[in-house]
């Protein structure tokens, strides 16, 4: 080959490494010959998928020769009925990924920066370098972030800051008090994007909800996804709440038809199915507390969550052991969780909250694996 493509390609994409998904289980049987592997890994709903979400999805299939509503005017009205928004600010991604990438492309640029936390969401480093953009990347506060920083980081070039609520991998979380301060620091011309992905499992008093700061403050952003609590991770649906005239840049480089049909109709069923949703918290809750206790018996240090994963030190008489052969070591037993390195938390996997047999098999295997180590 005589032409150097990745020379063609911008200087930020050059750089980046593509995004690590969890390892499939289909994969790993694959790969190690297993049977009864459980998936721990990608943070889904152990639940599986929701029976009237089942029946839109197929009812829907029947059109799939036809391009889905790439309006998404059903999902859109239910959602801004739902919220009391306007439909005019509403914006449909594949995934709230997709939405993530679409905030990027509109703000960012060489020349410009954003704001992100220490341990925070690996697509914010992906999106911004890709866009050309400086990231500043301020220290975590208890592995969680630090907003007082994060507002004295922001520069004359920033254009976008970054917050995850709950964040991913560590599960922390912001109080109402720390947000409201925080979004009166930030100056009106940089957009405040809150990541609230897992919003739905957590229950406590004194988080915020980021759709009450829309009106009081049009920079900024909520971004959501029905691929956790609401079971629909493989069908790729999210969005973001934003002002309208927000929402209407978000369109302009939206890709047409970016969410299918049959993600739109499960989308809008399972947003009626309320025992679905109760159940999958019920199970959450009960499955952080299954983990935790077991960490706690097993003497190995972790970080309070309150999304659908909790991560934790790997270690063996209080010594530190290498993450990587946890990780292989709990393949080999049929069990897959989520290597944190990438996150700039080597020493630590981050295991998804499972049905109370699949913790159970994890909190049986884990000590196994770290004996033989």
Not at 283 to 312: T, Y
Request: glycine share 8%.
């Amino acid at each position: 080959m005589s032409c150097d493509y990745i020379a063609l390609a911008n200087a930020g994409v050059q750089a980046l490494q593509p995004y690590q998904a969890g390892k499939p289980i289909e994969e790993l049987e694959r790969e190690l010959g297993l049977k009864d592997v459980v998936k721990l890994a990608s943070n889904e709903n152990p639940l599986g998928a929701s029976d009237l979400a089942l029946q839109a999805c197929r009812k829907a299939a029947q059109g799939m020769y036809l391009y889905p509503d790439s309006s998404g005017f059903e999902l859109k009205n239910k959602l801004a009925a739902r919220f009391n928004v306007s439909p005019q600010q509403i914006t449909l991604g594949n995934g709230s990924n997709d939405v993530l990438d679409l905030i990027a492309r509109v703000f960012l640029s060489p020349g410009t920066s954003a704001v992100y936390s220490q341990h925070a969401f690996v697509v914010y480093p992906i999106a911004v370098q890709a866009c050309g953009a400086r990231a500043i990347v301020t220290p975590a506060k208890d592995w969680g972030h630090d907003l007082d920083v994060m507002a004295a980081a922001i520069e004359d070039d920033t254009r976008v800051v970054f917050i995850a609520n709950p964040n991913n991998p560590t599960g922390t979380w912001l109080k109402k008090t720390e947000l409201e301060a925080f979004l009166a620091k930030v100056p009106e011309n940089v957009v405040v994007v809150l990541d609230e992905a897992y919003t739905e499992y957590v229950d406590e008093p004194e988080y915020p909800n980021g759709l009450d700061y829309l009106a009081g403050y049009p920079n900024v952003i909520v971004t959501r996804t029905f691929s956790k609590a609401f079971g629909l991770a493989g069908l790729r649906v999210g969005y973001a709440v934003s002002s309208a005239q927000i929402c209407d840049l978000l369109n302009r480089v939206r890709a047409p038809f970016n969410v299918s049909t049959q993600a739109l109709a499960a989308a809008v069923a399972v947003l009626d199915d309320t025992d679905y949703l109760q159940k999958s918290c019920e199970v959450n809750a009960a499955g952080l507390k299954q983990l935790g206790e077991g960490f706690d018996r097993l003497g190995l240090e972790w970080i309070p969550s309150v999304g659908n994963f909790i991560s934790f030190r790997t270690a063996k008489g209080g010594a530190p052991v290498d993450a990587a052969k946890v990780y292989q070591g709990l393949l080999h037993s049929g069990v897959i969780v989520r290597p944190v390195g990438v996150y700039g938390m080597p020493n630590f996997l981050r295991v998804s909250v499972g049905l109370e047999s699949e913790n159970a098999r994890f909190l049986e295997a884990l000590p196994n694996v770290l004996e033989a180590l």
